[in-house]
């Protein structure tokens, strides 16, 4: 779909929880990354936790249980009402908030920011990137942890997803998607055309996102003014190496 608008302004509504393969939706899984995130950032309960880019509030729900103050922010409105929805019929208090993760609206307020499931990357280069991590350490209060899930860069282009590799799903009662994958080099990223059919309707998203290296995201965080960073291979812990798909990173406001 190209109207002009970034792809992530028009991908994350009818089609993204439709037809996009959405496999953490699984509850067990969901706990499982939160256990990961408590246990690398130490949360206990009544802080004060910020969930960028939060969906349809599958994390957020999960830690509003377990007694933390949850605020989940993300720019889609379609994914933030089905969020509300699922948090009330849970039971579990969360504060929306619809805005840019470039335009966080706090300041010095949280005692932890998440960008989870391979959030940070959307944008459209480093510089954009960058706007995320100065507005993230801005919304902590000092001594305040961020935490970011992203795509080890290193992992992708050594991963089965190589360049024209291509996937048909099928994702319900004649709804298909077809997603074919690109590595690209410069702007280095991950791409992913995705075609959704059901019946004659068909639609067209073109997805990029920016992925980096541990070395790379690290000098970012610490541009953002973040210290103590450490880099973890999975929520569960672990080194990183050029075959662990993700790069956990945890750093700490000044």
Known sequence: MDNGRPWYQEFFKHDYRTFWSVGPDDPERTC???????????????????????????????LARRGMIVTGLDLSA????????????????????ESDMRQI??????????????????????EEDQKVLEAAARALRPGGRLLLDLANHDATG???????????????????TLVEHTMCLYPRSWRMRVI?????????HVLSIRAYTAD???GMVTRAG?????????????????????LVVAARRL
């Not at 959704?196 to 067209?204: D, K, N, P, Q």
């Open 226 to 246: 973040l210290e103590d960073i450490r880099i973890y291979g999975s929520l569960a812990g672990g080194e990183p190496t050029l075959d662990t798909n993700r």
């Open 32 to 62: 499982r990354e939160v256990d990961g995130v408590r246990t690398l950032l130490d949360l206990q309960p009544g802080l004060q936790v910020l969930d960028l880019c939060c969906g349809q509030g599958r994390h957020c729900i999960e």
């Open 78 to 97: 379609t994914l933030l009402a089905e969020a509300r929805q699922t948090a009330a019929a849970a039971g579990a208090q969360v504060r929306w908030v």
């Open 196 to 204: 959704c059919l059901e019946g004659a309707r068909a639609t067209e």
């Open 158 to 176: 050594r991963s089965s997803l190589r360049s024209g590799t291509r996937e048909w799903r099928e994702v319900g009662s004649g709804r298909y």
């Open 216 to 218: 790379e995201i690290a």
């Open 105 to 126: 609206p706090f300041e010095g307020e949280f005692d932890a920011v998440l960008c989870m499931f391979t959030a940070f990357g959307y944008l459209e280069s480093d």
